[in-house]
Each structure stands twice: as C-alpha cells, then as structure tokens.
C-alpha cells in the first residue's frame, strides 16, 4: 500500500486525533492568540512578537488543521532569509513531520524567493507551500517577520482560506511537533524526519530554467555582449543568488553587475524596498553621462521591482503598460495575450493598452492574491500594481526578476533606450501621470477617522466641484471576483473626475506598526507637449485638494508625506 494512500485512509478514517502507529509526535497544549489575521499578504509582525510563546506554532498549527490537503501531500517551505529564519524553518518541519506531510521541498539555507517558491509548488504539484518573508519591511531582531499559506496553484491563499486559518488561531488548543535534531539545511539532498521526506533543493535552478523558457535569452545575451551596461541591486536580500546565476552566469553580464548580491539576515541594516529613497545606491549609478544604461531593484523576497532606464524611473504603473503593449516582443507571449489586471489603486495606463489591443482589463482590489482566480481562469496574462509588483501567468505571485528580464528582453527586440520606450508609448496612449504619498506611523484611531469621515462624505460628492474638477464618482471600492462571485467590500475610497483625474485613499494592510495612510494621485495627460512635467508639479493641484478633502493635517498632525513614490 503507498504511503500516500495510507496517509489518506488514516485521514479519512477519522483517526486523526490519534496518534498512528508509525508515527511519533507529541501534542504540547498552547492559548490562542487573537491578533492571527492575515493582512494584504500573510502574517506580519515585528521578530519579538513571533518569538514569543508559541505564537509561530499556533499560526502554522493552524495552517495544518485547516488545510487538510497538507496530510500526506507535498509542502514547499523557504523564505527570504531574513532574522528568524532558518529557526522558523526547523520548526515547521518538526511540527510538518508530525502532522503527517509526506514530502517537504525546502531551499538550500532555507532560501526561497517567493516568485521561486510559487514556481516550485507548480512544477512539482505540491499541495501548498509556507513563505516566510516580511517582503520590503526591515530585517534583524528589532525589524519584521512573516509567514503566508500559498495553495496548490502557488499563489497566495484566497481571503476565504486565511479567514479559515485566523478562525482556526482563534480557537486553537494544542499543536504537535516531533522531538528531532534540526535537518542540515545547507547541503543539498533527501533527509528523513520521522515519517516524512525532507529534500533540501537548489532554490535557484526551478526558476532559472523557467526563466529561459519564457525569454529571448539569447536576443539579451547579445544586447549585453553588444555593451549595454546594467545593474541589478539584490538589496542584500533573496535575489542575490537568482540575479547572479541568471543575469551574470546565464547571459553573460559582467561580474559585479549584481550589487549587494549576499543575503543578509539584517538587510545590511537597509530597507530591501526597491524605490527611489531605498534604492539610492542604485538610481545614483544611472545619473549623468557615464550611467548605466538600465538599473533595476528587488525586494526582500524577490517578488517586487523597480525598473530605470539612464537617468529615468519608470513608474510601476507604466512598466505594466509598456510590458503589456509590447508582450508580443517575448517568446512566450508571441501568440498575444488575452488579457490583463492591475490592483484598484494603480494607474489607468494599461487600461488605455487594454482597449486599442481589444483585450479585458480588470481592476482588483490591492493584493496579489486577488489576480489568481483570472490568471487560472486564462482571462489574463499580464497584472501589475503601483507597489512595485508585475508579473505574468508564469507563476502566480509578482516577480521582480521576471520584469528585469521582461524590459531586458522588450529592450533587446526594440534596440531602443527605456526613456525612448517609455515616452514613446506616452506619445502613443497618452501619459498618466502617478505618485503615492505615504503617511506612515499614524496612530490607528486617527488613522480610522480620517477614512471614516471620508466615507461618510461620498454620496454628497458626485457632481460636486473641488478645486474646479468635477466629481463624477466618489465610491469605497469593493470587487466581486469574476470567476468564483466572491465580494470584497471597503476596499479604499476612490474619487473620479470627469477629467479622468483620481485620487485614492487606503490605508496599508502590510505595516507592523501603527497605521499607514496610503494617498493615491493620478491625472491623465493626452497632450505630447505637456507630457514632460515632474509628476509632483503635474500633480499638485490634485495633491492639495486630497489634502483637504480627507483633512490630513489636522487629523493626522502631518504636514507632509514620509515616502513619496
Ligand atoms: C503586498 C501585496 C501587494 C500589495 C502590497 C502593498 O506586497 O502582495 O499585493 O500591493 O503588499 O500592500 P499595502 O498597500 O496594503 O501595504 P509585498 O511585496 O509586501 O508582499
């Protein structure tokens, strides 16, 4: 009899609860903890919170007892090797072990991208897989933790499974785990941990692989042979080991191409947020006339980026937009694409794309996770957001290295510079000018008056005038999943102008501490000669006006934005 059989005649016998004769594990009682809820993307906190008690093993015990396609299936485990890391890692697999997981994938030095952990859990038909990462928030003992559930498709799981989880935390009781030495993590190989198979894999070659089946490497390979100068900041985080194999060992750039290429526990003591204040190293090797031709950042866990050209930033927004006109330029997508998404708060340019290539456009709330069901579906192909995020059907989670290789391989084909490119395409559809002011640190009750008194004001505001723009809708976003009718309510203020000018008010569901006002400004400018401005200057009237509709100041005591991007 297979042991996957076996494990699921023991499921469904109901003999969960007690302990199978081959397997040994002990039941430790614990008191729930009740702030378990998963956020836009998994459990954040800060590393002291999930040090202590039991409060790691309460949140995966919980994974364990709701996501019962775990028992006897595969689970894919890495993160981005941040502070907690590879502790977190030795404990999941005890308590995995003892939870009957046949098979754990894990990555080499319990490193796993998020992008490579999505395409992990695909090719090798795993039933799920754990990540830990705190994506761009700071690492070490004093910074961010986390951990996300991602299901068999390898996307993030739905709301209706992390809202089953929370509830499971709510009410948890005890949880198991096995008594074993800790699995050698840094060499490559099977290991057995009681009845369940550990195989420490290659966090890189899955992914890389796939990479080349998606790209022109060779038509990249050239343009760089040909002295096109780049340079990718891993930000001391996971991409290091991804950027050096594929953009220096696979296509033949440079040595020393990848900076800050060693994953760090602590970052180095950085933010690994690829913007344009965390990234400074990086935006200052592509200013003035010896700059590189192309620069390009990731995040803690690999999943974000930011893309510039010489003395350029591309917006997220425009990057989506660009990539999406010209997705035909890449082998994979030769055929075309059927269609595309972009979170509710991102830029209206891939929508103006969308509509002269006669393909669907959707807009969905913030949160990966809200991408999967149309991506499964094969409704679209392509989906982005303002955060930083873009990626395709090629995994199920946002890439940073699938961008890079995306602009290098449009780049290759096109033989034009990115500032061409990009006000090319301005030139083309018309230019959307974007920024987002972040108010960080706000205290939470200030934080739930300001969006409430907002809410309270938008049915006065249709057809009503703030500094001469026309409301034409003022709503709280909320968005039925077209493929499986599931409704996610309150999901930011929006307010339209009959200009086609928006402002969007939210507030972050990725902080660990206090609250984020999150601004979201956008105007759309169609004529070529204005299409040059600094989008702060372009922005400005509107910038005020959101200022004052939602009474930063005097609510918050904030005078400016912490971040702008
Ligand atoms: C996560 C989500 C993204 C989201 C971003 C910002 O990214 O996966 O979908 O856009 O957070 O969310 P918020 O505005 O709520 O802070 P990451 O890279 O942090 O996992």
New binding site residues.
Partial sequence: MGRDFKMWLWYKSGQFLRDPSNMHFTTYSTHPFKDQRP???GLRKRVEVFRQGNYLKNFVQSVFDTQRELVGGTLVLGGDGRFYNREAIQIILRMAAANGVARVLVGQGGLLSTPAASCVIRKYGAAGGLILSA??NPGGPDGDFGIKYNTANGG?APEKVTEAIYARTLEITNFRSIDEEDVELDDLGSYQLSETQIEVIDPVADYADLMASIFDFDAIRALLAGGFRIRFDAMHAVTGPYATRILEQTLGAPAGTVINGEPLEDFGGHHPDPNLVHAAELVAMTQGPDGVDFAAAS?GDG??NMILGRDFFVTPSDSLAVLAANATLIPAHRGGIPGVAR?MPTSQAVDRVAAAMGIECFETP???KFFGNLLDAGRIAFCG?E?F?TGSNHVRE?DGLWAVLAWLNVLAARGQSVADIVTGHWQQYGRNYYSRHDYEGIKGKAADQLMKDLRARLPQLPGTFLDGLEVGYADDFSYTDPIDGSVSQRQGVRIGFSNGSRIVFRL????TVDA?L?VYLESFEPNVASQGLDPQVALAALISTANELAQIQLLTGRAAPDVIT
Avoid: C, M
């Fill in positions: 956020g836009t993307s994506s761009h993030p995040d999943d974000r979170s913030t949160g990966w957001e955060s995020g946002k972050s569901g990725t902080g984020t999150r």
